[in-house]
Structures are given as C-alpha cells and as structure tokens.
C-alpha cells in the first residue's frame, strides 16, 4: 500500500467510523477501487490501526466525559457517570463474545465482499430512513436500552452495515434523546476498539515485520484528523434529524456496490 492509498482510506475511515455510512464497508469498497494489493494480514493490520486512530479522535472530543467518567469510578462513588460507565459495560458484552467466539469468521468477511457489503449499506439506510422518522423524546439510556443498543453494535461487525448508524438509529427509536443516544453511540466503542487492540497485540497480528510502517502512520494520522471533524459535524446532525440524508447515500453506494459486483 502506498502513500496516497493509505491517506485516502485513512480519510474514509475518520470520516465514516462517525458518519452513519459503515467505515468498514467503505473501506473494502476503497481497496477494491484502489486496487489495494495488501496480504490479507496485512490488510487487517491497517483496519486496526485506522480504527485505533479513530479510537483517539473521540477520547479527544468527549474528554470531559471520559475524566469524568474514571473520576468517579476511582473514588468509588456511586452516581451518574459511574452508572453511565457500567452501562457502557452492558453494551459491550453482545459484541465482545461475537468478536471472540468467531473471530476467524468476522475476519473472512473483510476481504473485498462486495456484494455483501452492498447488502448491508441498503439495511443501513433502512435503519437511519426510520429512525430520521422518529418522535423526539429526553428518555436517558436504560440498562435494557443498552444491552439492546450493544447487540446492534455487534451485528454492525458485518462490514456494511454503519456501527454508529444501527446504534444511534436503534438509541432513538427506542426512545432515547438523540444526543445523548450520539453521546452513548461513540463512548461505547472506544473500550471495544482499544480491546480489539490489545487482542491483537498478544495474538502477535500486530507486527512491525509483517508490513511498511509509512502507510500505517500516514492512515493514522488522516484517520485522526478526519474523525476530529466528523464526530463534532455528526453530533450537530443527529440533534438536528438530518439521518434521512445519510440513508440516501447509503441506497444509492448500496446498489451501486451490488451492480458493480454483478457487472465485474
């Protein structure tokens, strides 16, 4: 992978982890438009560096929330943001026993499944058409909310279908405010992505040895700027009800990835 094929998909990646579109899907649409050659270890590498880039972006943007968070669970002290914290608990079980029971699995699904990934864009833009639909409520999140929410994250592993779009969109038609159902919908992967992370690490994935370093920090970088944006610009949208759009979107990416796949 060279240089400019890693700052565009690192720019996809920043941009698309937040937008409700599948950073995942766009990501193996990218590498098939840009005839990305990667080994497939080598390909996964880069995913999780990108994804860890993005990772960073939203501890920077909600880094009130976060010290606010650990400050309460260091001094022990039952309120509302160590509640929140155990909540974000709740929905990460649903997608940590899929990411480790079938792990292998998850991973033959990102090489470059077109069609799949054109699938599940359509269910996307489903998802974010009903939930644009939706009554406005101030309900904050249940722990049944959240264990909810935390299995439509781990359906959101299939690549295509957007993780913060099927938790925001499944958030708001359960009735959650929609920032707080946005404010939920990022902290809750930042845990999923560091664990993914530190998996990897001891499973030796992560090496030097296996790939060229300049490609992985250039897709760093560009994923980190463009998540910066991305999640301040999507927290904007959601208060406003502007889901509809980014359904659209994904229809159109959708059935353009299923013709392209039938036609080549």
Known sequence: MGFWEALILGVIQGLTEFLPV???????????????????????LFTVVVHAATALSTIVVFRKDILEILKGLFQFKWNEQTEFSVKIIVSMMP?????????????????KQILLVGAMLIITGLLLFLADRAKRTDRKVSYGNALIIGISQAIAI???????????????????????????????????????????????????????????????????????????????????????????????VGFGSILFTLFN
């Open 95 to 111: 997608a940590a026993v899929i990411g480790v029971l079938f792990n292998d699995q998850i991973e033959a699904l990102f090489s």
């Open 158 to 252: 299939l690549p295509g279908i957007s993780r913060s779009g099927a938790t925001i969109s499944t958030s708001v038609l359960l009735g959650i405010d929609r920032e707080k159902a946005a404010r939920f919908s990022f902290l809750m992967v930042v845990p999923l992505i560091l664990g993914k992370m530190a998996k990897d690490v001891m499973d030796g994935n992560i090496s030097s040895e296996t790939t060229d370093l300049m490609p992985l920090a250039v897709g760093f970088a560009a994923a980190f700027f463009a998540g910066l944006l991305a999640c301040t610009w999507m927290i904007s949208l959601v208060k406003k009800s502007q889901l509809r759009y980014f359904s659209y979107y994904c229809f159109v």
């Open 22 to 44: 599948s950073s995942s899907g766009h990501l193996e649409l990218g590498k098939v438009l840009l005839g990305d050659k990667s080994l497939p270890e080598e390909s996964l």
